[in-house]
């Protein structure tokens, strides 16, 4: 029954003690085994009801977001997919584990296995990024935001993020999210020109609120953000710096953009995202002294225990982002960015910052006449999924809005190639000027389109087991 694999972890030897414990339980159940007649076992019937058996209902939403997923074009920029490995790792039974505390010093026992399983999400998220501290517990991007402002800030105090219109998060200092309720939020936007982040607006605000927190970093900006020049203006107004790369992380993991790690004092992104990992945050730094301040806002101070299944995804994502497979896949994201970008263009739409050096294609539909809205439901219809986003200087609510804003992460994950995203660029264009000229998409084009999706449906499948 024993293989030498059980004495190992991650390929590397267990530690002593782990192994003494190990052992113990392993000869204690091999003496119960001879001793107990097998026939008087009763399994609880709870471990044996599958849920196709247990629950119709939840079982068929299931299987109907797949085909869902399956059947139609995701160009949502802030979702993924992911491989069969990390979806795997997230179902696994560590779902019973409270592991409150960090590894080595939990709240609870029977954590062994689960300092493992952390030690080994965070040594691979510091090799990832490169840097000294990692903390894989934030089950969310927007928490681990509000743990950097926990463990930094005090209610009342300035801080300074991209205006949300421009490329900002809500979780930057929008009105509507505590970020911007309990703290003083000022923000800065982009050159309305060229559609790039203005530095000198960057400073000039600064020096006039002083903020305590500065915030650099996107869900919706397709160009690069120099990190060194944020630092700057952080050391001119002695302010902190957090960079946000949720959208770009795995970019700058495999090192397409730049990375902010030794520039900012805290670097926080989602593994949602270009990362391809579970849904969650991770908070990295190199600042010892930061850092332990930084956990101590995630645990105790804005979460319980950590849910260790899903860091077993994480790690499981920060491990495939270490390979070449990943690193040509990121390639392919920008290159297939790139080449919508041209085929808008081609096409007289169009876009914020008149291109992109990332996954990100913002639309801008001001010049077309139409909404963000009103495209979204009609390329809903055609099985096209992406969604309406504000772009600088619209005039529009952010219910409305004047932009689209395509990503194209998770079709390369699908496996689309270039001539196909080619394609679907020409599909939305198709559907765009046909909403400006008559206000609607005809029957004709949604079949058209509707069949030109499918063909690229099947043609790159969607194979999960659900
Ligand atoms: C997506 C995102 C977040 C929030 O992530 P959630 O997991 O949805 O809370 C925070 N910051 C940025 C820049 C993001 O793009």
């Not at 209902?57 to 949502?76: A, G, H, M, P, Y």
Request: aromatic share 6%.
């Amino acid at each position: 029954m024993l293989t030498n694999n059980i004495w190992k972890i991650n390929g590397q030897p267990m530690n002593n003690t782990i192994k003494r414990i190990w052992e113990r339980f392993l000869i204690i159940i091999s003496q119960r085994k001879q001793q107990v007649n097998m026939n008087v076992v009763t399994v609880n019937p709870l471990f044996k009801t599958s849920l196709s058996t247990l629950d119709v209902l939840v079982e068929s939403i299931l299987k109907n977001e797949l085909i869902r997923q399956t059947t139609s074009l995701n160009l949502i920029a802030s979702e993924n997919l992911v491989s069969k490995a990390v979806l795997e790792a997230q179902n696994n039974v560590f779902i019973n584990k409270y592991a409150e505390g960090y590894p080595g010093s939990r709240y609870y026992g029977g954590c062994m296995f689960a300092d493992e399983l952390e030690k080994v999400a965070i040594d691979r998220a510091k090799r990832l990024f490169k840097c000294e501290y990692a903390n894989v517990q934030p089950h969310s991007g927007s928490q681990m935001n509000q743990a950097v402002m926990l463990a930094l800030l005090s209610p009342g105090d300035t801080i300074m993020g991209m205006d949300l219109k421009c490329g900002g998060h809500l979780t930057h200092g929008s009105t509507v999210n505590i970020s911007g309720m309990w703290f003083k939020s000022v923000s800065y936007g982009v050159d309305l020109k060229t559609g790039t982040i203005d530095m000198n607006e960057v400073l000039n605000v600064a020096i006039r609120h002083r903020p305590k927190l500065i915030i650099a970093g996107t869900t919706s900006y397709p160009r690069t953000i120099d990190w060194k020049a944020f630092r700057r203006v952080a050391d001119i107004v002695d302010s902190f710096l957090l960079a946000d790369i949720s959208h770009v992380a795995g970019l700058i993991a495999t090192g397409l953009q730049p990375s902010p790690i030794d520039h900012c004092d805290v670097v926080t992104t989602t593994t949602h995202k270009s990362l391809r990992g579970p849904r969650g945050g991770l908070i990295l730094s190199n600042k010892r002294e930061l850092f332990n301040r930084l956990s101590n806002a995630v645990f105790p101070g804005l979460q319980g225990g950590p849910m260790m299944n899903i860091i077993a995804a994480k790690a499981v994502a920060f491990l495939e982002a270490q390979q070449d497979e990943y690193r040509i896949w990121t390639k392919s994201v920008v290159e297939n960015a790139k080449a919508m970008v041209e085929r808008f263009k081609h096409k007289k739409i169009d876009i914020v910052s008149n291109g992109t050096d990332n996954h990100l294609v913002m639309i801008d539909l001001k010049n077309l006449g139409i909404t963000g809205k009103q495209v979204t439901s009609w390329l809903d219809r055609c099985y096209i999924t992406a969604n309406k986003n504000t772009i600088p200087n619209d005039l529009l609510s952010a219910n409305t809005t004047s932009g689209l804003r395509l990503g194209t992460c998770a079709c390369t994950s699908r496996g689309l190639k270039k001539e196909d995203f080619e394609r679907v660029a020409d599909m939305i264009a198709d559907v765009l000027l046909e909403i400006k000229n008559k206000g609607e998409v005809s029957l004709p084009l949604e079949t058209r389109t509707r069949m030109e999706v499918l063909d690229l449906a099947d043609k790159y499948p969607i194979c999960y087991n659900v």
